[in-house]
């Protein structure tokens, strides 16, 4: 067992780069693994068993707790914490044997922390000055986004691009789930972060500062995987809740929160359905006034996706206003559109019911279909359909009876987190790597991280398998080798529907804002498949779903559920009902006049 956090240094003289470099944790020190028993074992770790001289012997009492504390920083430079005790992790989990072990930092993530924790905020923004000026005098390569980025994207896909790149138009670009939205933001954003904002034709100038690029979502899991922050953080309005006038005030007397309001020049804000008609207004507002500008936005271009058919504003009844209802929508859009060709789904019976389901008009033959939907699916190869639920509580009840099910002991894995503290708290609201993952045998898992060559290799986010045994990394196992692995931990071995079998050993996700890490966690990549959120499942693809439309209880719910399978054959809909799958009168009025015009 590890995770104590205690490390005991010898008096020994020794040289000075010597000490610097035992100063440094071996990552045999990272991972350990010890089998314990919560009501009658004892931990047989020689950290609370020895009687070593250089080893303090440790109650054996308070070793279930020790065992658990998140680890202190290993910077002897910069930290003097011995273990700690903070609050211990939760789990349902009293009865079984525990196999426990945390994915700890190794000698390439210490330079991460080193930099990250421990920088200094004046050379930092010395260097960016620097590079500003490097970058201004630059007129050297030229970078033709046309052909290297975007040769995979469609005909409407590439409009968007153009209308952005070429045209400096402000955009809303949309359409139902899997119509590649997702992607072209992506491009978006590797063209703006490659190239300089010059607006050329199509031709733009290298420029690594990219502090004219605001990369933002409306939910923190959808700008944790565009590498940006939600955009309540970006625009330092808090939770929103005053006047136009006074949080603009506050960003005037705050002179970083001003700056970065007057640097950039173009805004990505990713899932604008959630976004309500009064935050718009407020944004806007707040960019003329800080700006000093008179032009909608301030003079920002806006680069704004979603589907309003979707997850609504946070808000009751019918009463909430949309985006689109709000006073300066009209003004800053410049450009509308509407994605039609749908890559998801395959099936063109399933395309078409979820059309029907998105608008919320369900015909008599699609009523038909969904309650044949009611049967069980096949599971000749051993995996159950993921069950997706609105809330996170059900999940985790209905994740945690199943495990409880299967016998053997719990393996536990506990992730190492590094970055700001304020930025550690917020990765399990954004981050799909959980804090601690809990596995036995036959455990039904989904892949989170897409591994290296996954495009060849078929091994993407969103995958189902199930675990068949435990071993070391052995580098023969169909694994790829990286400086999180221990040698001597027993990592899950999984089987997947696609049929490849591999030893899942830990990855490591980064939270980013233009290229600025904010958060790092190291973590196996793979959470308990049996349920998960409809929240979470959002941007997912899935082999296999069950839904239970009992269990609704928002607009827009319905259909993002529906539309992450792939087939019909994949699909089980327990007590459809039609009242289930209204969609807003106001959202299906604002899409049929850009439908009209398609």
């Not at 940006?228 to 005037?252: D, M, P, V, W």
Request: aromatic share 8%.
């Amino acid at each position: 067992m590890f995770g104590s956090g205690i490390f005991v240094n010898s008096k020994s003289k020794k040289s000075k780069k010597n000490q610097e470099k035992e100063a440094q944790p071996k990552i045999s020190q990272f991972f350990s693994s010890t089998t314990t028993s919560r009501s009658t074992s004892k931990p047989t770790n020689n950290l609370f068993n020895g009687s070593q001289n250089n080893k303090p012997r440790i109650d054996p009492n308070t070793a279930f707790n020790m065992v658990k504390a998140t680890p202190p920083s290993f910077n002897p430079k910069f930290s003097n914490k011995t273990a700690s005790q903070p609050p211990q992790r939760k789990s349902p989990y009293f009865d079984d044997d525990i196999i426990e072990m945390e994915v700890k930092r190794t000698k390439n993530n210490s330079s991460f922390s080193e930099r990250f924790l421990n920088e200094d905020k004046s050379s930092k923004s010395s260097s960016r000055n620097a590079l500003s000026e490097i970058n201004s005098n630059f007129s050297g390569e030229v970078f033709d986004y046309r052909s290297s980025v975007t040769k995979d994207l469609s005909p409407e896909q590439n409009r968007v691009i153009d209308l952005i790149f070429r045209e400096k138009k402000n955009v809303f670009f949309t359409g139902s789930a899997g119509t590649g939205k997702s992607l072209i933001i992506k491009k978006i954003i590797e063209i703006a972060k490659n190239a300089e904002y010059t607006g050329r034709a199509n031709k733009l100038r290298y420029d690594n500062d990219t502090k004219y690029l605001a990369i933002t979502a409306t939910t923190g899991l959808a700008a944790f995987h565009l590498g940006g922050t939600t955009i309540h953080s970006f625009a330092g309005i808090g939770l929103g809740n005053n006047t136009s006038e006074k949080l603009a005030q506050g960003i005037l007397a705050h002179k970083l929160k001003r700056k970065k309001w007057n640097d950039v020049q173009i805004l990505i804000i990713d899932e604008i359905s959630m976004m309500d008609a009064d935050l718009f207004d407020k944004l806007e507002y707040i960019a003329r006034v800080v700006r000093k500008s008179t032009k909608p936005f301030g003079g920002i271009q806006l680069i704004i996706t979603g589907d309003f058919f979707q997850l609504p504003p946070v808000q009751k009844g019918m009463g909430v206003k949309f985006s689109f209802e709000a006073k300066s929508w009209e003004t800053c859009i410049h450009e509308t559109i509407v994605l039609n060709r749908i890559y998801r789904q395959k099936d063109p019976e399933l395309t078409r019911i979820l059309n029907e389901v998105r608008r919320g008009k369900v015909s008599e033959n699609s009523l038909s279909l969904f309650q044949s939907l009611y049967r069980p699916l096949n599971m000749d190869d051993g995996l159950e359909p993921t069950q997706l639920f609105p809330t996170r509580n059900e999940v985790d009840a209905f994740n945690s009876n199943k495990l409880k099910q299967l016998t053997g002991a719990i393996h536990r894995f506990v992730a190492f987190d590094s970055g700001e503290e304020m930025f550690k708290k917020q990765l399990n609201n954004v981050c799909r790597l959980p804090e601690v993952l809990d596995l036995k045998i036959d455990s039904q898992v989904m892949l989170l991280k897409n591994l290296p060559n996954a495009s060849n290799n078929g091994m993407v986010n969103g995958l189902l398998g199930r675990v068949i045994g435990f071993e070391k990394y052995d580098g023969s196992n169909g694994t790829e080798k990286n400086d999180s692995v221990d040698p001597t931990v027993l990592y899950p071995r999984v089987r997947f529907i696609n049929k490849v079998i591999r030893t899942i050993v830990p990855e490591d996700i980064t939270w980013e804002n233009n290229g600025e890490i904010l958060a790092k966690r190291i973590q196996v990549p793979l959470g308990l498949a049996w349920s998960m959120s409809i929240h979470k499942a959002q941007g997912l693809t899935l082999e296999k779903v069950k839904i239970d439309l009992g269990r609704i209880f928002e607009k827009g719910q319905a259909y993002v559920a529906l539309s992450r399978c792939t087939t019909v054959e994949g699909l089980q809909v327990l007590n459809f009902n039609a009242q289930k799958v209204q969609s807003h009168p106001k959202v299906v009025q604002y899409y049929a006049k850009y439908e009209a015009l398609n």
